[in-house]
């Protein structure tokens, strides 16, 4: 039997894995000019790679003129483990298994609603997750799990600040309840920072710009990457953008109990109220024939409505895109984001809300903050929060430091609690 790797041993081992993972170093040969190790130690170090099952050579293709054995490549093996990851709206999850390179092995959508609480709605999640793996049959073990909340989250604990919207889920520990149930490591964040993350990672076109990313559904949040990372601020609240001011109309009663907020005017909640009360005033056909047969509104409803070129519908969903165009412009100015993304349940409204608030961002924007600006829908169709998540999680297991914390022991199951606290 071999001697147990030494702490320097597991040190390169990770760093090794983690050039090979990048594709800075693919061949032995290249491993040792990037780390100026030695010949003996990289084919050691690789060899402990292999048999962890972390990596794999590749057969070189045949090469037709060089003479000689080709250096084999080596690979990471981003079947070696699997990752549940899940995005939560107020109404909407979606759920899927990635690879350890956050591609989809099978993915799910289902409605729920926040408001049933934590337990209720973590446990739709659950189900989601074994369904999904059920699905696949039997797929590698699960690595790690990733979870996006509606609501601002403290990013190292994992528990739920402050949710005006949703005040049932004060202070719950979503990754305490996850890890209780889930053999593996557990992330938790706020969905859109998520859906930020997913974009700026896997988005079309590839930018790698400081990416906003403006979540419109039932609420508004935001979500920055700046210099490759997501900015969550100091307490998790970074993006919640949703109650600033932007009006002093009284009749823009928020659901968290101030007026005036952009939710009030802009959400989609707000969309259903406001046009709620034009159909039943008579101002709009199209809706009050749709209210009169089912009882209420959707954004659906509203979306076809616009389609159909009712009047009200148009009126309503122009007037709050501007608002959110006009509010987003200031961020836009203080931060001066390459890319802003908008994205979520408004996109299904049609092209008038994107077309009125990219048009409202450049008129509040200044020049030098908006004239090389790309302003564009979400390209990963709703998929971006469960694709950010998995991406976050990969990247907190297999970043070095983390590496070196389960390398040795083949799984990071075992080092569960020690890998979500250095994150
Ligand atoms: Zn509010």
């Known amino acids: 039997m ?3 790797p030494s702490a320097r041993d597991v040190l390169v081992l990770a760093q090794i894995v983690d050039l090979v993972r990048s594709g800075a170093g693919t061949t032995r040969p290249e491993l040792e000019a990037v780390t100026g190790l030695g010949r003996t130690i990289v084919n050691d170090r690789v060899r402990e790679g292999i048999d962890l099952g972390v990596l794999a050579e590749v057969e070189a293709a045949p090469s037709g003129r060089r ?31 990635t690879d350890l390179d956050g591609r989809y092995l099978a993915r799910e ?18 189900e989601s997750f074994r369904r999904l793996l059920r699905r696949l049959g039997s797929p590698a073990p699960v690595w790690a799990v ?6 601002p989250t403290d990013h190292p604990t994992g528990r739920v600040v402050t949710p005006r919207t949703i005040p049932g889920w004060a202070g719950f520990d979503a990754r305490s309840w996850f890890s209780a149930r889930c053999d593996a490591p557990v992330w938790v964040d706020n969905e859109t920072n998520l859906r930020a993350l997913g974009e700026w990672e896997r988005g079309e076109p590839q930018e790698r710009r400081d990416l906003l990313y403006v979540k419109v559904a039932t609420g508004i949040g935001s979500g920055l990457v700046t210099g490759g ?28 109990g101030k007026t005036g907020c952009l939710e009030a005017v802009a959400g989609g909640w707000a969309l259903v109220r406001t046009l709620t009360e034009r159909a039943r005033a008579g101002e709009s056909p199209v809706l009050a024939e749709r209210l009169a047969e089912v009882g209420h509104l959707t ?36 931060l001066n984001p390459g ?37 564009r829908t979400a390209s990963l169709a709703d998929a971006e929060g469960t694709t950010g ?35």
């Not at 990733?146 to 609501?151: K, Q, R, T, Y």
């Not at 908008?342 to 908006?370: P, S």
């Open 2 to 4: 071999q001697p147990p």
């Open 67 to 97: 003479r000689g054995r080709p250096s084999r490549s080596i690979r990471f093996r981003t079947e070696a483990g699997v990752i549940l990851a899940a995005s939560l709206g107020e109404v909407s999850l979606h759920a899927a298994v």
């Open 109 to 126: 959508f289902r409605s729920i609603d926040v408001q049933d609480g934590p337990e209720h709605v973590l446990r739709a999640v659950h």
């Open 146 to 151: 990733s979870v996006g909340l509606p609501a």
């Open 229 to 256: 990372r997501l900015h969550r601020g100091d307490s998790g609240a970074a993006g919640d953008i949703g109650h600033v001011r932007v009006t002093d109309d009284p009749a823009a009663v928020c659901r968290c």
């Open 299 to 334: 954004g659906e409803d509203i979306g076809r409505a616009v389609a159909a070129g009712d009047e009200a519908a148009r009126w309503a969903v122009s007037r709050a895109a501007r608002v959110t165009g006009t509010a987003i412009a200031g961020v836009v100015n203080f």
């Open 339 to 375: 890319t802003l993304v908008l994205g979520g349940g408004v996109l299904r409204t049609g092209d008038l809300f994107f077309e009125e608030f990219r048009q409202a961002v450049l008129d509040g924007g200044i020049e030098l903050a908006t004239r090389s600006l790309t302003i």
């Open 389 to 423: 998540a998995a991406l976050l999680s990969a990247e907190s297991l297999l970043r070095p430091s983390a590496l070196q914390l389960w390398l040795a022991e083949g799984t990071p199951v075992a080092a569960a609690a020690r890998l979500q606290a250095v994150q």
